[in-house]
């Protein structure tokens, strides 16, 4: 028997006979603390006009792990072709997302072994296939990377939960988990997890809470939610595993039996007279609280809410948060410390896990030049109006504009036409009032859908009905309400999975509020093919994505206690604003941004944009053709340039439907004519490259022509073509690839015939 070829071998086949019994024989075992071909990401979502694709997905061929969930390492392998250290950087950038000290890189000859715990001599060696180091030696050496080595290992080593469904934490989950219990090994009482709305905080705090009290390191626990939607969600949900264990402080009544607690913080504070529900528990009663949406008051020393964590100052306090609230009188970092983990809306989008936005700038004249009464003009209630310049800040808090109103409506309700008029919608407004006038000029906007009383409703705080209806809103499978008119109620925590449009008709000052708001549009619902959201933006607000703070770290800016208490404001009258109804107001702008691959908006024209993207990449017209004639497949050329960030579908759009990407690069970047998809065919047809073909042969390439005329280079490039029309109505698959001789053939005709359609340039 002939020895095998190393060299001849796939990547899978090196896996399955030199690196998986290496690994094995090392005493690694195959079921508990080896998975092969990890994805760690979903591929990043790419927007381009209205088609929307992923991209690649970033995959480990190995991960390994000392108990399920606490990874050590990661392996990439590659054919026995290259060198042994081909996969090394792969590997590194792996283990950088996964906060992991060791990478392993291997073409089945040898292991190359990079040891970043500062553990070794050599932070890169060759190591033989029989000499991979053992689970015990890494997590030796993990241990001391970790600085944890010398303590108790009860809450480190304790299993993560795990059910019949097979689900599992992130990766980014994971890291935020094990840091926050190697910090609760290593004593540290006070800790903050920032992590971007949509990315499952709730599932994180379960995961840190299971293994901390199943190891009964924290027998007591109390978990703290601002909104009662989220502690029914948590109870229901997320939590559920707790059982019997579990229960939710309500009715200010207190049961000391349970070991884990749900409430809200308003559930446990009141006035001196009702005397604060958390005093009836002893002060070192709990010894771990968890804080959701901890910048909603914990961080501020005037706050009840403040009270309730140093009345337990004993515990150990976890703050949650998408927006660490840093200010000069309230700061999340001052009370819990630096963040030992963040994971922003960038990664997040950068990931695939949380969906992309396009920002609709419109701006109103009325807003941009302001606008002043007459002398002695009078509103629509005969109350003369006060003589000077109302500006954005005035209207819809001290003049009503009612005209605006319409128009804002009128553009809403146009756009949802345009793509679909019961995509899912949450419109937030200056105040309660400004929300039901809103909710008032979007149902007359749409009198065809007058008998779908919910179609759109106002979800206030101060509205029973509205507040009813909001479970319904946020659950993807209930049709109505379709459209919410708000103000402050859906800002924060509402899970609203299918949200495609946020409609920002409010001046938004608070970066912590924004991103918020921003959040409530983040989320991915792939079965309702939610991947991405718009955001139209009246009131300029959108500004705030410039900001360095929009994604950036946390910066601590606090400076302590202010100087004078904050007094409780004086009960007095509302003062109703002034209602214009006959000021016209007209749209001065419109723009559309796109969210780009650097986490910036880009509010150059396409056309721009593109021409910038590709001169980084290209310095020549020479330059392409040479990239563009040396890649077999061309639907990879295109799928690597929109990985990019090019836009190529907007681009058609702006340039012409009828032109091959090929065309509209070559056109917009280097200033060449463009060719129609249909003379390109035509020139195909005219050359006689079609003469070498018997006569069904090239009826098969001329329908493929068609197609290419009609809807572009994918068709060539996808098998599946043959079973449409009019490929259909010449044969079977495999009669049509018969009559090139073969699959290969065939394959090899339709690769001809696209350099064919590009040879007068390529």
């Known amino acids: 028997m002939t020895d ?54 970033k995959r480990a061929d190995y991960v390994l792990y000392y108990k399920p969930n606490i990874p050590l390492a990661i392996v990439e392998a590659k054919k026995n072709e290259y060198e042994v250290g081909k996969g090394m950087q792969q590997a590194l950038e792996y283990t950088q997302m996964m906060e992991l000290p060791f990478a392993f890189s291997s073409n089945g000859d040898a292991f190359l072994f990079r040891d970043n715990s500062g553990n070794s001599d050599l932070v890169e060696k060759e190591l033989p296939l029989d000499s991979f180091p053992s689970p015990e030696e890494l997590w030796e050496s993990y241990c001391k990377w970790k600085g944890i ?14 059910d019949l469904t097979g689900k599992s934490p992130r ?53 703290l939610v601002d909104r009662d939607v989220l502690a029914s969600q948590a109870k229901n949900k997320d939590f559920k595993p707790f059982g019997n264990a579990m229960t939710r402080i309500d009715k200010r009544k207190v049961d000391t039996s349970y070991e884990i607690y749900l409430s809200l913080y308003q559930a446990v504070t009141g006035s001196e007279e009702e005397k604060n529900i958390y ?3 002893s002060k070192d009663f709990f010894d771990l609280i968890v804080v959701d949406e901890c910048h909603r008051g914990s961080a501020d020393e005037n706050s009840a809410w403040r ?18 609230k840093e200010t000069k009188t309230v700061s999340n970092i001052e009370y819990f410390g630096e963040p030992i983990y963040t994971y922003s809306l960038k990664q997040g989008i950068e990931d695939g896990f949380l969906a992309p936005y396009k920002v609709i700038r419109i701006d109103l004249d009325k807003d941009l030049q302001g606008w002043r009464p007459e002398r002695g003009q009078l509103d629509k209630y005969g109350r003369e109006i006060e003589d000077r310049i109302y500006n954005q800040k005035d209207f819809d808090r001290k003049v009503v504009l009612e005209k605006r109103t319409e128009i804002v409506a009128r553009k809403v309700t146009e756009f949802l036409k345009a793509t679909n008029r019961y995509d899912k919608t949450i419109v937030f407004c200056e105040n309660i009032d400004h929300a039901e006038r809103m909710r008032q000029a979007i149902v007359n906007e749409n009198p065809d859908l007058v008998d779908e009383t919910k179609y759109v409703m106002r979800i206030t705080g101060d509205e029973k009905e509205g507040k009813a209806e909001l479970d319904n809103f946020t659950l993807p499978e209930c049709k109505y309400p379709v459209i919410a008119t708000t103000s402050k109620l859906l800002t924060t925590g509402v899970d609203v999975q299918t949200c495609k449009l946020i409609v920002l008709d409010k001046r938004i ?28 933006d009246f009131k300029k607000a959108t500004e705030l994505f410039a900001d360095p703070d929009f994604d950036g770290e946390p910066v601590d800016i606090y400076e302590g206690k202010a100087d004078v208490p904050l007094k409780p404001s004086l009960p007095g009258h509302k003062i109703k604003p002034y209602k214009v109804p006959d000021v016209g107001v007209s749209i001065v702008a419109e723009r559309v941004q796109y969210y780009g691959t650097d986490g910036k908006l880009i509010t150059e024209s396409i056309k721009d944009y593109t021409r910038k993207t590709l001169l980084d990449e290209f310095e020549s017209l020479d330059m392409f053709l040479q990239y563009w004639s040396d890649s077999g497949k061309k639907m990879a050329i295109i799928q690597e340039l929109e990985d990019k960030g090019l836009m190529l579908d907007a681009l058609a759009e702006e340039i012409g439907r009828e032109y091959d990407p090929f065309d509209l690069i070559c056109h917009v970047v280097f200033d060449q004519p463009p060719l129609s998809r249909k003379d390109r065919a035509n020139n195909v047809r005219n050359n006689g490259y079609f003469a070498k073909y018997g006569e069904n042969a090239r009826a098969v390439l001329n329908a493929l022509l068609d197609k290419y005329a009609d809807e572009g280079i994918r068709n060539l490039e996808d098998m599946d073509v043959l079973r449409v029309k009019p490929l259909n109505d010449l044969g079977t698959p495999m009669g049509i690839i018969k ?24």
């Open 739 to 762: 009559l090139f001789g073969g699959k290969q053939n065939f394959i090899d005709a339709v690769s001809e015939m696209e350099t064919q359609l590009y040879m007068a340039e390529a």
């Open 149 to 162: 080595d010398e303590i108790e290992h009860t809450s480190i080593d304790q299993d993560y939960y795990s």
């Open 171 to 223: 990766y980014y989950q994971v890291n935020a988990i094990n840091k926050t219990i190697e910090a609760i090994s290593k004593g540290q009482n006070r800790i903050l997890l920032v992590m971007a709305t949509g990315t499952g905080k709730m599932y994180t705090a379960f995961h840190i809470i299971w293994r901390l009290w199943k190891s009964k390191v924290k027998k007591r626990i109390l978990f």
């Open 307 to 324: 009270e309730i964590l140093e009345y337990f100052d004993s515990a150990t306090q976890i703050g949650m948060t998408a927006t660490p």
């Open 4 to 57: 095998i070829d190393k060299r001849s071998l796939s990547e899978r086949d090196i896996c399955t006979k030199y690196i998986t019994p290496a690994i094995k024989k090392a005493g690694w075992n195959l079921h508990t603390q080896v998975r092969e071909e990890v994805f760690l990401t979903d591929g990043r979502v790419i927007v381009d006009g209205q088609k929307v694709s992923r991209g690649t997905r």
């Open 279 to 281: 005093k009836q528990f």
């Open 509 to 536: 000052q608070s970066m912590t509020e924004f991103k918020q708001i921003i959040g409530r549009g983040t989320r991915i619902h792939e079965e309702y093919e939610k991947l991405f959201f718009t955001i139209m």
